[in-house]
């Protein structure tokens, strides 16, 4: 337009764009509407209402986004018509003035002029020289907050039916793939519009930032319905669910109270207070899964906290990362076979995210037990073959229970990173130093202080029981400040290290050691073809538990009476004769050892 700054048809295209959404905005209310009506059945409690006020919350500040969009289309129109005005006051000035100055050319012949007489401006009036001012745009709106947790109703439950919350959270986003489309051609519009139409003057732009933000809104009330389902889904169909389980279910960050739980550096004890006074209760092991796999991860391997919560937040894990596309075939078939171990009695209270996993699995209730057993494998040992090491460990349980009829645990602990086996294949001697073993060390340190901080109020009698290379892990273990436990058991020690005196500088009440007798390697069938090697060839060479100056109660593998001899390193072989085999004399005194019954061993017979 002659002398201002604004494209009208730029200025139109804001207009038909700007109408446009408002139309589509109003239009999406229906699809939304029926979605909302959908999702709600089977709905209730806590949740319930927040969806509700949720979905209200997004009904309002659609209308008044409609509004405001039609209200821009409006006043863009109005200086669309001011900017017509002004333009045609300015040219119709122009005019004027150059017949002003026509008229002023021709006064000195016209015939009037003495007389003072100006025939020319007294019919062609002056147009106005007032300027036409732009009326100020004001583009505001401001999406409303929704809050998306039960607030103070969190002691309640509430239900829902997960196939109908999914269904309206793919509905929310397709319609709002379409407003996003809608919002962008908006932006671009109003961006030209302010390029090319300068003579208009804006007092407020919020309502671009404002469309952007309901449309996260929006988002982000289908993420947190998706979550809510995804918690149903977990929990198992037809449950209703705490309100504190969905409070950290469906929030979009972890709620402070869990954020102290898990936060880095938390100690076994305080761990146990914290869980404490969230409360969960046993018997709700289904709300626990409810809650995110992330959170669950996490819960499962926190030391200090229920036993309980730990097996059914490793299951869980355990479960959804079986289902996991494009799995590592090494973390597939570690997995596989946990989940193999996991028979009736068994509890999965540690699972990492290793590959493959590291993992321990009790036989007997943890939080019941009045006597609790560690069992800590040596080389080669890995959860590539949990059923192996937990069926050995169930055998310790069962000769356990056939000799005392206290309630027991046996952790088959497969929670550190054994070194390998030795071949020709994988030439690592790592089982010669004690790097493995003092990394485990740490970790098998923390899990004794957990169980004293989750059973703080009744400590049951503790017992280590190591084999092989174990054995080094183990005693480095119990070297550890805060570690105590009632007996350490040894059988076929790769050796303890040098920086152990004696059997006096272990934090055990009794030390015991067992081993078979000594054979060739490549000589199978005779006795033990592997422990001597690793205490006499490894660097610095280690001590043997059963040598007099150790320190340790010794006693017999090699057979006695009715019972069997060892005739092998490994603990479960096909002949029978393991030191974790039933019927040895191994196994015997492995189980008067770690119930209090030391003083029952059979004694060598070397």
């Known amino acids: 337009m002659a002398g201002i700054e604004f494209d009208g048809g730029v200025a139109r295209k804001l207009i038909t764009t700007a109408t446009a959404a408002d139309d589509r905005l109003r239009a999406s209310g229906s699809s939304r509407r029926y979605a909302t009506e959908d999702a709600v059945v089977d709905f209730s409690g806590a949740y319930a209402k927040r969806f509700t006020a949720a979905s209200e919350a997004e009904a309002a ?64 009036p002056k147009p106005s020289e007032t300027p036409i001012r732009p009326t100020p745009i004001s583009a505001s709106f401001a999406a409303s907050d929704r809050p998306r947790n039960a607030g103070a109703t969190s002691s309640g439950r509430s239900s829902a039916d997960p196939d109908r919350l999914r269904a309206f959270a793919a509905s929310s986003r397709v319609g709002d793939i379409d407003l996003g489309a809608t919002s962008s051609r908006l932006r671009a519009a109003w961006a030209a519009f302010t390029m090319h139409c300068a003579w208009a003057t804006v007092d407020s732009t919020t309502l671009f930032r404002g469309f952007e933000r309901y449309l996260q809104e929006n988002a982000a009330d289908a993420d947190w319905v998706e979550r809510i389902a995804e918690a149903f889904e977990r929990a198992g169909s037809g449950r209703r669910l705490p309100n504190a389980v969905l409070d950290v279910a469906a929030a979009a960050t972890i709620p402070a109270s869990f954020r102290k739980l898990l936060a880095a550096g938390v100690s076994p004890a305080k761990a146990a207070r914290i869980w404490s006074g969230l409360g969960f209760a046993r018997d709700g092991e289904h709300d626990l899964a409810a809650l995110p796999v ?72 943890l939080d019941a037990a009045e006597n609790v057993t560690w069992a800590v494998p040596g080389m080669g040992s890995s959860t590539l073959r949990t059923t192996e090491w937990v069926d050995s460990a169930q055998n310790v349980y069962a000769e356990q229970v056939r000799i ?49 901080a989750a059973r703080a109020d009744g400590m049951p009698r503790t017992n280590v029981l190591g084999h092989s290379y174990g054995t080094t892990t183990a005693s480095l273990a119990l070297t550890k400040s805060g570690v105590r436990v009632d007996s350490f058991t040894s059988i076929a020690s790769a050796g303890i290290p040098r920086s152990i005196g004696s059997a006096t500088d272990l934090h055990a009440d009794y030390v015991y050691a067992g081993q078979a007798q000594n054979t060739m390697v490549g000589i199978p069938g005779f006795g033990d073809q592997f422990a001597y090697i690793g205490r006499d060839f490894s660097f610095p060479n280690r001590k043997d538990p059963t040598a007099s100056a150790f320190g340790a109660k010794t006693f017999g593998a090699d057979g006695h009476g009715d019972l069997k001899p060892v005739t092998d390193h490994g603990v479960h072989t096909a002949s029978g004769n393991g030191y974790l085999d039933r019927e040895t004399e191994s196994i015997r005194n492995v189980a008067f050892t770690t119930t209090g019954h030391g003083h029952r061993v059979t004694g060598p017979t070397r």
Do not use: C
């Open 61 to 124: 500040d659609r209308v008044r986004l409609a509004r405001a969009l039609d209200s821009l289309a409006e006043q863009v129109q109005v200086v669309v018509e001011q900017a017509q005005r002004e333009r045609a006051r300015r040219e119709a000035l122009a005019d004027w003035r150059r017949r002003e100055d026509e008229r002023r050319r021709a006064a000195a012949s016209n015939t009037l002029a003495p007389f003072g007489i100006d025939t020319g401006s007294m019919f062609d």
């Open 404 to 452: 005392d009829q206290s309630r027991h645990a046996v952790i088959a602990w497969i929670g550190y990173v054994a070194p390998p086996i030795p071949s020709a294949s994988n030439p690592d001697f790592g089982v010669l130093n004690e790097k493995s073993a003092a990394a485990g060390a740490r970790k098998l340190a923390a899990s004794i202080r957990g169980l004293t």
């Open 294 to 365: 992330s959170v669950l991860s996490m819960l499962g391997n926190l030391e200090g906290i229920p036993y309980w919560v730990r097996n059914t937040a490793n299951r869980t894990v355990l479960a959804a990362r079986l289902r996991r596309r494009n799995l590592d075939p090494v973390e597939k078939a570690a997995l596989q076979n946990i989940r193999a171990a996991l028979r009736p009695n068994r509890f999965l209270i540690a699972l990492t995210a290793d590959v493959p996993p590291l993992a321990a699995v009790s036989i007997g209730d």
